[in-house]
């Protein structure tokens, strides 16, 4: 009998908190370790400091006599701050990051000793990654990937690292990361935004796209989390009966931060505020041991980047504090899973947010064109937009038993939805001088100035208005936020084309003022895309039906969900706000269909490991100690032992019964895992791992669940919920 589990038990019971202090005024210390404006006007020459400037704003070219001055800079900067290595900080398709360090140290042309790191390194580097996923762009023989500087993110050093945000590209120029297309969107996004926003001021010249994600996530205690298999290899609990408590009491959201999770959480902000992100608000989730961190929005490029790193140091400090963090959507069943809700605004360069209502109809004005604009964008391309947060494991979430629903709505509130129904009635083509003032004062200009408290009601909506931006609610805890925000920026760029033309021409051609023409333009949207809109119970199935019939999509797994990305709409839009290229897609649908078949089969190969490895064998001890006991019995007792045997030969045949299921089932999955594994066709193999390899987990799991309960406590190897989730 494996006593790992009350090893692991004994560990965490003995630990002690590893204090941490505040680290004083986050102001004094926030971005010590960026290569920010700050340090760029220390280190740098004029000149380069205004070209890098320039390279942010307009995406101007750095030549490389600048690049040289720049990376003399950072270097002096790095290796004052201690640093030893550089890297180029990139986003492959996997999700995450990736690095690859180098020392600056390096031989001079004349062998004596030197620190190195000129503009050619800053710039670009080769990065030889032949076994990034590529969906076939570049095959393995002629690996030729390059890294390139996107100084719109600032350097930062982590560690004794200089870490360079780059995009990774093929020499042939497709995207190979999550990065670039990005960059593109948050570039078609800004063409398009602003030029819309000069119909209300003539002085914007850049918008943004905002982004502020809350980050959900689950602290176990390492030595528990490290005893299970599951959780080592795939991030959740794929067996584990729930504990006689869970979060019916909430007694842990919101609650007292435990000690030595503050400690950790202390670490980690000081850590983070030194690495310039800008963390805010710490607090206890709604499940047992599960936690949110959310920082200040940011510039989307910049917020994506640093929630990855976030990602990154939160692992780095979990373990320090002898944790395990855990990203995965849904960790445990029976409790809520996480997610990262992305809140996301456009602002301009003249500090407007462009989706918060103001205080004169002409603000307004502004705010109803962006606003009704982005209901428009996700009407027109709601399945696009649920295509880029699947997972293998936001599944978990999206369509199955856990908010928010595969179903794309839009929650607005009931203030916002009054307004649309009455611009609904707004007249065709030019306005009396009487209904523009009606407008003016009575639609728009009764717009309140603060929408927070009305609308942020409906917990149930995966994309609601909260005030003065939309909240994107489905996104895994574990994903790149970099996806959705590349989806919703190019699809409301082109809306936000198409309104312009068909404002301008309404005004060229048929002679209607601006604001007139605007009015017209909206009503027209207001009127064909409230199927979107959606005020109720986005969990209930009678939503589901009612969606049904409004045709929107209701994609509940990966395979289906990722269909859409390649249809001749989503090709033809990716091409046309010059996102991504047809093959960049196809890449992309690839590679992701590839990382949901690796998931569902190393999950099943966990299952058979724990299946035979852990389960069967704790219940066959347990088995035989019960037999030993009949026995003993009887030796003692004689014919007497039939009664007081009873019920330990009705366990000992319903641990049978369980062990036959499991073995059963076990068996009949891993046989359609190889059926699965000689297609080829990756679209086919993934519905085979979909629709026939995953359905058996849940069985499997029932039958282990009900041995966890049926078998001495300490028989059983596996740290159970209580100790995993209670354990603090
Ligand atoms: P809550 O949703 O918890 O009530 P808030 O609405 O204040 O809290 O903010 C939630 C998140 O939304 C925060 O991470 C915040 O940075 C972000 N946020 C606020 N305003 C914007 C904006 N204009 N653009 C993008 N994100 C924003
Ligand atoms: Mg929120």
């Given at each position: 009998m494996s006593n790992q589990r009350f090893k692991a038990i004994e560990n965490s019971h003995i630990r002690s908190s590893v204090e941490v202090e505040e680290a004083g005024r986050r102001s004094e210390y926030f971005g010590v370790n960026v290569f920010n404006e700050e340090r760029m006007l220390q280190y740098l020459t004029k000149e380069a400091y205004d070209r890098v400037k320039a390279a942010v704003v307009s995406g101007a070219k750095i030549d490389r006599k600048v690049a040289d001055q720049v990376a003399e800079g950072m270097k002096t900067w790095a290796i004052s701050m201690g640093a030893t290595h550089y890297t180029h900080w990139f986003q492959p398709l996997t999700g995450s990051t990736a690095e690859k360090h180098d020392a600056f140290f390096d031989f001079s042309p004349e062998g004596r000793l030197m620190e190195k790191f000129g503009g050619g390194q800053l710039v670009q580097q080769e990065s030889d990654a032949s076994s990034f996923p590529n969906g076939g762009i570049r095959n393995t023989f002629e690996a030729r990937g390059y890294t390139a500087w996107d100084p719109t993110s600032p350097a930062f050093l982590y560690g004794t690292t200089l870490c360079i945000p780059t995009v990774f590209v093929a020499y042939?120029?497709?995207?190979?990361?999550?990065?670039a297309p990005l960059l593109r969107a948050l570039g078609a996004v800004d063409d398009a935004a602003t030029a819309v926003a000069k119909y209300f001021d003539k002085n914007v010249s850049k918008v943004y796209a905002t982004l502020g994600w809350e980050q959900e996530y689950f602290l176990i205690d390492k030595s528990l989390a490290l005893s299970r298999p599951d959780i080592s290899l795939t991030g959740r609990t794929l067996i584990g009966h729930s504990a006689a408590k869970g979060q019916q009491l909430d007694d842990h959201y919101f609650g007292v931060i435990p000690g030595r999770v503050l400690n950790f959480m202390k670490d980690l902000e000081n850590e983070c505020t030194k690495l310039g992100i800008p963390v805010k608000t710490r607090h206890n989730e709604v499940a047992p041991n599960q936690f949110e961190l959310a920082p200040i929005f940011e510039e989307t490029n910049l917020a994506v980047d640093h929630n990855l790193l976030l990602m990154d140091v939160m692992e780095k400090i979990a373990d320090k504090h002898h944790f395990k963090v855990l990203f995965h959507e849904k960790p445990f069943a029976g409790i809520n899973g996480s997610g990262k809700h992305n809140n996301w605004s456009l602002s301009t360069d003249t500090g407007v947010n462009l989706l918060s209502p103001g205080s004169t109809p002409m603000k307004n004005l502004q705010f109803l064109t962006f606003f009704v604009n982005t209901i428009k964008a996700v009407d027109n391309y709601e399945e696009l937009l649920r295509s880029s947060i699947a997972s293998a494991s936001n599944d978990h979430r999206l369509g199955a038993n856990?908010?928010?629903?595969a179903i794309l709505s839009i929650f607005i509130g009931e203030q916002l939805n009054e307004v649309l129904n009455e611009l609904e009635g707004v007249s065709k083509g030019k306005l009396s001088p009487e209904e523009k003032t009606e407008l003016k004062l009575n639609v728009v200009g009764?717009?309140?100035?603060?929408?927070l408290d009305n609308t942020d009601r409906n917990r149930t909506s995966p994309f609601a208005f909260t005030g003065n931006k939309f909240e994107m609610r489905g996104v895994g805890s574990k994903a790149n936020c970099a996806k959705p925000m590349t989806v919703l920026n190019t699809i409301m760029a082109k809306q936000l084309l198409s309104f312009k033309k068909e404002v301008d021409q309404l005004v060229d051609k048929k002679g209607l003022k601006k604001d007139e023409a605007i009015f017209n333009v909206l009503r027209e949207y207001i009127k064909t895309c409230k199927r979107i809109r959606f005020e109720g119970d986005g969990y209930s199935e009678a939503w589901e039906n009612e969606a049904k019939s409004r045709g929107?999509?209701?994609?509940?797994?990966t395979p289906q969900a990722l269909r859409v990305l390649t249809s001749k709409e989503s090709l033809a839009l990716f091409k046309s706000m010059n996102v991504m290229s047809e093959i960049e897609v196809r890449v992309r649908q690839e590679v992701e269909l590839e990382e949901y078949v690796s998931h569902i089969q190393i999950e099943g190969r966990v299952f058979t490991e724990l299946a035979y490895g852990y389960v069967i064998p704790a219940a066959v001890a347990y088995q035989n100690k019960l037999i030993k006991n009949v026995m003993g019995l009887k030796e003692v007792y004689g014919a007497a032992h039939k009664k007081m045997s009873e019920s330990q030969l009705d366990i000992v045949e319903r641990i049978s019964e369980h062990i036959r299921d499991i073995k059963i089932k076990t068996d009949a999955m891993v046989e359609e895992r190889k059926k699965a594994n000689n297609m080829v066709d990756i679209n086919k193999k993934a519905l085979a791992y979909c629709d026939h390899v995953r359905p058996y987990f849940d069985q499997i799991r029932y039958h282990c669940d009900k041995l966890e309960q049926l078998i001495g406590n300490e028989y059983w190897p596996l740290s159970k919920y209580r100790e995993l989730l209670f354990i603090k």
């Amino acid at each position: 009998m494996s006593n790992q589990r009350f090893k692991a038990i004994e560990n965490s019971h003995i630990r002690s908190s590893v204090e941490v202090e505040e680290a004083g005024r986050r102001s004094e210390y926030f971005g010590v370790n960026v290569f920010n404006e700050e340090r760029m006007l220390q280190y740098l020459t004029k000149e380069a400091y205004d070209r890098v400037k320039a390279a942010v704003v307009s995406g101007a070219k750095i030549d490389r006599k600048v690049a040289d001055q720049v990376a003399e800079g950072m270097k002096t900067w790095a290796i004052s701050m201690g640093a030893t290595h550089y890297t180029h900080w990139f986003q492959p398709l996997t999700g995450s990051t990736a690095e690859k360090h180098d020392a600056f140290f390096d031989f001079s042309p004349e062998g004596r000793l030197m620190e190195k790191f000129g503009g050619g390194q800053l710039v670009q580097q080769e990065s030889d990654a032949s076994s990034f996923p590529n969906g076939g762009i570049r095959n393995t023989f002629e690996a030729r990937g390059y890294t390139a500087w996107d100084p719109t993110s600032p350097a930062f050093l982590y560690g004794t690292t200089l870490c360079i945000p780059t995009v990774f590209v093929a020499y042939t120029g497709e995207a190979l990361d999550n990065k670039a297309p990005l960059l593109r969107a948050l570039g078609a996004v800004d063409d398009a935004a602003t030029a819309v926003a000069k119909y209300f001021d003539k002085n914007v010249s850049k918008v943004y796209a905002t982004l502020g994600w809350e980050q959900e996530y689950f602290l176990i205690d390492k030595s528990l989390a490290l005893s299970r298999p599951d959780i080592s290899l795939t991030g959740r609990t794929l067996i584990g009966h729930s504990a006689a408590k869970g979060q019916q009491l909430d007694d842990h959201y919101f609650g007292v931060i435990p000690g030595r999770v503050l400690n950790f959480m202390k670490d980690l902000e000081n850590e983070c505020t030194k690495l310039g992100i800008p963390v805010k608000t710490r607090h206890n989730e709604v499940a047992p041991n599960q936690f949110e961190l959310a920082p200040i929005f940011e510039e989307t490029n910049l917020a994506v980047d640093h929630n990855l790193l976030l990602m990154d140091v939160m692992e780095k400090i979990a373990d320090k504090h002898h944790f395990k963090v855990l990203f995965h959507e849904k960790p445990f069943a029976g409790i809520n899973g996480s997610g990262k809700h992305n809140n996301w605004s456009l602002s301009t360069d003249t500090g407007v947010n462009l989706l918060s209502p103001g205080s004169t109809p002409m603000k307004n004005l502004q705010f109803l064109t962006f606003f009704v604009n982005t209901i428009k964008a996700v009407d027109n391309y709601e399945e696009l937009l649920r295509s880029s947060i699947a997972s293998a494991s936001n599944d978990h979430r999206l369509g199955a038993n856990e908010a928010p629903p595969a179903i794309l709505s839009i929650f607005i509130g009931e203030q916002l939805n009054e307004v649309l129904n009455e611009l609904e009635g707004v007249s065709k083509g030019k306005l009396s001088p009487e209904e523009k003032t009606e407008l003016k004062l009575n639609v728009v200009g009764k717009i309140p100035e603060i929408l927070l408290d009305n609308t942020d009601r409906n917990r149930t909506s995966p994309f609601a208005f909260t005030g003065n931006k939309f909240e994107m609610r489905g996104v895994g805890s574990k994903a790149n936020c970099a996806k959705p925000m590349t989806v919703l920026n190019t699809i409301m760029a082109k809306q936000l084309l198409s309104f312009k033309k068909e404002v301008d021409q309404l005004v060229d051609k048929k002679g209607l003022k601006k604001d007139e023409a605007i009015f017209n333009v909206l009503r027209e949207y207001i009127k064909t895309c409230k199927r979107i809109r959606f005020e109720g119970d986005g969990y209930s199935e009678a939503w589901e039906n009612e969606a049904k019939s409004r045709g929107l999509s209701n994609n509940k797994n990966t395979p289906q969900a990722l269909r859409v990305l390649t249809s001749k709409e989503s090709l033809a839009l990716f091409k046309s706000m010059n996102v991504m290229s047809e093959i960049e897609v196809r890449v992309r649908q690839e590679v992701e269909l590839e990382e949901y078949v690796s998931h569902i089969q190393i999950e099943g190969r966990v299952f058979t490991e724990l299946a035979y490895g852990y389960v069967i064998p704790a219940a066959v001890a347990y088995q035989n100690k019960l037999i030993k006991n009949v026995m003993g019995l009887k030796e003692v007792y004689g014919a007497a032992h039939k009664k007081m045997s009873e019920s330990q030969l009705d366990i000992v045949e319903r641990i049978s019964e369980h062990i036959r299921d499991i073995k059963i089932k076990t068996d009949a999955m891993v046989e359609e895992r190889k059926k699965a594994n000689n297609m080829v066709d990756i679209n086919k193999k993934a519905l085979a791992y979909c629709d026939h390899v995953r359905p058996y987990f849940d069985q499997i799991r029932y039958h282990c669940d009900k041995l966890e309960q049926l078998i001495g406590n300490e028989y059983w190897p596996l740290s159970k919920y209580r100790e995993l989730l209670f354990i603090k």
